[in-house]
């Protein structure tokens, strides 16, 4: 431990000598996206965005800021082991190990804390929106522990209860993302994760209700767009459902281009009116209403990394590696 704060501090003190961090000549392909920064070996987690800027986080607490994905420099070092950021509710939003979290209202100035529901599980997904006209966030992680916070997420955090993942005091299921969606003017809040397990909410009363994805596979990423929720997992599967409140199950998407792979993650780009999917051998695809998909050809983009983080910022769609290495589309 010792000695990765040693060279954790030296990487940040490198970083820091500039504000701004260059961007490396860009190296075009054929799926017009280009290779931008590397942190070297430090590991994006995961990426958000206001649709004006973007912020990345690491495993090792770094917060990374752009304005538009392609120049970034460093905001802030913090003592938590990130694993999810989002945006919403006019906050960034980021959440780590041992319920270890973080915000701000631009993306530059962070302030961070524990949610004490969530300690000392970790944190695995955050999301926020709006729920019977309140700003709401959502923290879920570890033991299928899931903490709310009603007005900011700097308020107090209460417990959510009665999900499908298992209660807070109990040994439960892992909850691995939520997602944040509006269904008929109402907002919903959707978390997956093990077993194929599907958890959502509408209202304050902090009890989350189970839905079913049909499968026993693992559900790793969640998001909503063109009037959908699309979830992404194990052995390639995809699940979509339109109205997760009325409607209990989850209909499979045609993913057979995926093979067996499992799939990290999906985002949605408002812009385009895409959903973004990525999973493990870099596979990536997209897909519009996520019936089916068509794979985009990276070729040795992330010849040395693994993707792990996917974010979209107007027209622009952007993918972070597991060694800090970052892609941008025109």
Not at 51 to 58: I, N, Y
Request: with cysteine; glycine share 12%.
């Amino acid at each position: 431990m010792a000695f990765r704060k040693i060279v954790q501090t030296l990487i940040i003190c490198c970083l820091f000598a500039s504000c701004s961090i260059p961007n490396t000549p860009l190296t075009p392909n054929p799926a017009g996206f280009h290779q931008g920064f590397s942190t070297g070996f430090l590991e994006i987690k995961a990426l958000a965005s206001d649709e004006k800027s973007v912020v990345a986080v690491t495993y090792e607490g770094l917060i990374l800021y752009s304005r538009d994905g392609v120049l970034w420099e460093n905001v802030a070092n913090m003592d938590i082991n990130f694993n999810a950021v989002t945006y919403g509710e006019g906050y960034y939003f980021a959440g780590g190990e041992a319920g270890g979290a973080a915000f701000s209202t631009d993306g530059r100035e962070w302030k961070s804390g524990v949610i004490i529901p969530m300690s000392p599980k970790d944190i695995y997904g955050v999301s926020a929106g709006k729920i019977m006209g309140r700003s709401v966030f959502v923290a879920v992680g570890n033991d299928g522990r899931i903490a709310y916070s009603v007005g900011g997420p700097q308020g107090k955090w209460n417990k959510g209860s009665f999900s499908p993942f298992g209660e807070v005091d109990n040994a439960g299921e892992t909850i691995r993302a939520v997602a944040y969606g509006v269904v008929d003017g109402a907002g919903v809040f959707v978390a997956v994760g093990d077993d194929g397990k599907i958890a959502f909410t509408n209202d304050l009363s902090g009890r989350w209700s189970g839905a079913r994805s049909g499968s026993n596979w693992t559900l790793y990423g969640v998001a909503f767009g063109n009037d959908k929720f699309v979830a992404v997992g194990e052995n390639g599967m995809v699940k979509y459902c339109a109205d997760p409140v009325a409607t209990y199950n989850w209909i499979a998407g045609d993913s057979k281009i995926f093979g067996t792979i499992s799939l990290k993650s999906v985002a949605f780009n408002s812009f385009k009116e895409i959903f973004v999917v990525f999973g493990e051998q870099n596979a990536v695809a997209y897909s519009d209403y996520a019936h089916s998909w068509t794979a985009a050809s990276f070729q040795n983009a992330f010849t040395d990394a693994n993707i792990s983080a996917v974010v979209s910022i107007n027209s622009r769609i952007i993918l972070a590696g597991s060694d800090g290495t970052i892609l941008y589309s025109n």
